[in-house]
């Protein structure tokens, strides 16, 4: 038989009772809280800071894709990130679904500048780049859980690849920048939701293990 009880001012402390030999012996476990709170303080300034970065990365695809250099990958463990030339730079110009798009790092951080779906690959990566922090609120969603921000594999312009691990597994959730019919709207809270229920597996693409089309 056991019991546990908690108590104010910081601390836990969990109480046991045994029986052997005739007597009873009693057990206590005592834990700080301010551990958990300081772990607590630790992952959420850690998350704050791969926003800067992946806002960094972001704000510089987005004025480097129409010079033609283009963001192929990003760690964010390692904080790097690599672009390439492209033999020639994406002659379409860049539509906000809502209107025209600052050229002002400042200035557009504080808007939904979400690209039209004609926009150029470019666009669409820096944009998905800026929304995947919000990947971060979703680490206690359903029954599984969200998963771990990775990095991002931008290989070509037809596609982009974020980078996610997930109880254990490494996964690679795929998101199309050409031929979009629409745009890329809160990448991050679809990710999240998607494993967090546990759905991403019923979107593996087949031949391909851990492999997700994420439908964004």
């Known amino acids: 038989m ?3 009880k908690s108590m104010g001012m910081g601390k836990s402390m969990g109480m046991g009772k045994s ?4 007597q009873d012996r009693y057990m206590s476990s005592y834990e700080p809280l ?3 709170e300081a772990d607590t303080g630790a992952r959420h300034a850690e998350d704050q800071a791969v926003a800067r970065f992946l806002q960094s990365v972001s704000d510089m695809a987005f004025k480097a894709g129409p010079l033609g250099i283009e963001l192929t990958h990003l ?3 390692g904080r790097t990130f690599a672009f390439r030339e492209m033999p ?3 002659p379409r110009g860049l539509a906000g679904a809502a209107g025209a798009v600052p050229v002002d790092d400042a200035e557009r951080g504080e808007m939904l500048w979400v690209p039209d779906p004609a926009s150029p690959a470019w666009a669409h990566l820096a944009w998905l780049v800026r929304e995947l922090p919000f990947l971060h609120t979703f680490r206690e969603y359903g029954p599984e ?6 990095g991002v594999d931008a290989p070509s312009r037809e596609w982009a690849d974020v980078l996610v691990a997930h109880r254990g597994e490494r996964w690679r959730v795929r998101v199309a920048l050409e031929g979009r019919t629409e745009p890329i709207e809160f990448p991050g809270m679809v990710i999240g939701e998607l494993f967090g ?3 991403h597996r019923e979107r593996v693409v087949k031949g391909a293990p851990n492999l997700v089309d994420s439908g964004i």
């Open 2 to 4: 056991g019991k546990g």
């Open 19 to 22: 029986r052997g030999m005739g």
């Open 145 to 150: 859980g969200g998963p771990e921000l990775c």
């Open 88 to 90: 020639e730079a994406d």
């Open 34 to 36: 301010g551990d958990r």
């Open 75 to 77: 760690d964010v463990a």
């Open 197 to 199: 229920a546990g759905g």
